[in-house]
């Protein structure tokens, strides 16, 4: 039998260093190579959830954001490709992690790297009450949950805030109207530190253009 390797000798009181987790190995390979890794001015990380409303219009803002890493709920991975998104064609322009954990792991870039602001758009009814509540059980809920924590503000494009919503289904146009819970909910999600809400595209643009002014960046020129 092969004796095992001592164990590394630690100062007085010194912890042993955490072993990485399997799966946030498994996300490496997720998060595709980017010049820009270390950015010195930061990152935008983006979080995606379920929802088809407006997702086409709010990624061609992330496009335009410097140096953007996307993390995708697991309802994510299931509609972008009905709008025509696939992940091999979002790697080309951004680092994505992916909600393949119970205790979501990638929430820990958050620590690892310098995340300037959150973003979560869209952001389905679902999610917008979980935050609003303090649940976190899905990537884009930790992640705004833990970004909050360290004081990272945080930007929310809640769907459900007119009462009557025309959205693009993958296949048609649908009209909904919100129920009253809905309207509840973004009002306590407004309430939470650290978190602006915005309720359309216009609204999503300028919070952005004010964050990109107050840390001294700008818009890429092109998004091509």
């Not at 010049?35 to 935008?44: D, T």
């Not at 792991?105 to 758009?121: D, I």
């Not at 769907?159 to 509840?184: G, S």
């Given at each position: 039998?092969?004796?095992?390797?001592?164990?590394?000798?630690?100062?007085?009181?010194?912890?042993?260093?955490?072993?990485?987790?399997?799966?946030?190995?498994?996300?490496?390979?997720?998060?595709?190579?980017?010049?820009?890794?270390?950015?010195?001015?930061?990152?935008?990380?983006?979080?995606?959830?379920?929802?088809?409303?407006?997702?086409?219009?709010?990624?061609?803002?992330?496009?335009?954001l410097p140096?953007?890493?996307?993390?995708?709920?697991?309802?994510?991975?299931?509609?972008?490709?009905?709008?025509?998104?696939?992940?091999?064609?979002?790697?080309?322009?951004?680092?994505?992690?992916?909600?393949?954990?119970?205790?979501?792991?990638?929430?820990?870039?958050?620590?690892?790297?310098?995340?300037?602001?959150?973003?979560?758009?869209?952001?389905?009814?679902?999610?917008?009450?979980?935050?609003?509540?303090?649940?976190?059980?899905?990537?884009?809920?930790?992640?705004f949950a833990?970004?909050?924590?360290?004081?990272?503000?945080?930007?929310?494009?809640?769907?459900?805030?007119?009462?009557?919503?025309?959205?693009?289904?993958?296949?048609?146009?649908?009209?909904?109207?919100?129920?009253?819970?809905?309207?509840?909910?973004?009002?306590?999600?407004?309430?939470?530190?650290?978190?602006?809400?915005?309720?359309?595209?216009?609204?999503?643009?300028?919070?952005?253009?004010?964050?990109?002014?107050?840390?001294?960046?700008?818009?890429?020129?092109?998004?091509?």
């Amino acid at each position: 039998m092969t004796p095992s390797a001592p164990a590394p000798r630690l100062k007085d009181g010194e912890p042993p260093a955490p072993e990485a987790h399997p799966g946030f190995v498994a996300h490496e390979e997720d998060a595709a190579a980017d010049p820009h890794v270390h950015a010195p001015h930061g990152r935008f990380a983006w979080a995606i959830t379920g929802s088809g409303h407006l997702l086409v219009e709010s990624l061609a803002l992330a496009r335009r954001l410097p140096t953007v890493d996307l993390f995708l709920s697991a309802a994510a991975e299931e509609v972008l490709p009905m709008y025509g998104y696939r992940l091999e064609g979002l790697r080309e322009h951004f680092r994505v992690f992916r909600d393949r954990t119970a205790s979501a792991v990638p929430v820990g870039t958050l620590y690892a790297e310098h995340y300037h602001t959150l973003v979560v758009a869209p952001a389905t009814s679902n999610t917008v009450a979980k935050c609003a509540l303090g649940i976190s059980d899905t990537l884009p809920t930790n992640m705004f949950a833990q970004a909050g924590k360290l004081g990272i503000p945080g930007i929310v494009f809640a769907c459900d805030t007119e009462p009557v919503v025309v959205t693009r289904a993958p296949h048609d146009w649908v009209t909904l109207r919100p129920r009253r819970i809905e309207f509840e909910n973004v009002e306590r999600l407004r309430a939470i530190d650290h978190c602006r809400v915005v309720c359309s595209v216009a609204e999503l643009e300028a919070a952005l253009a004010e964050r990109l002014a107050a840390l001294s960046l700008a818009w890429n020129a092109s998004s091509s």
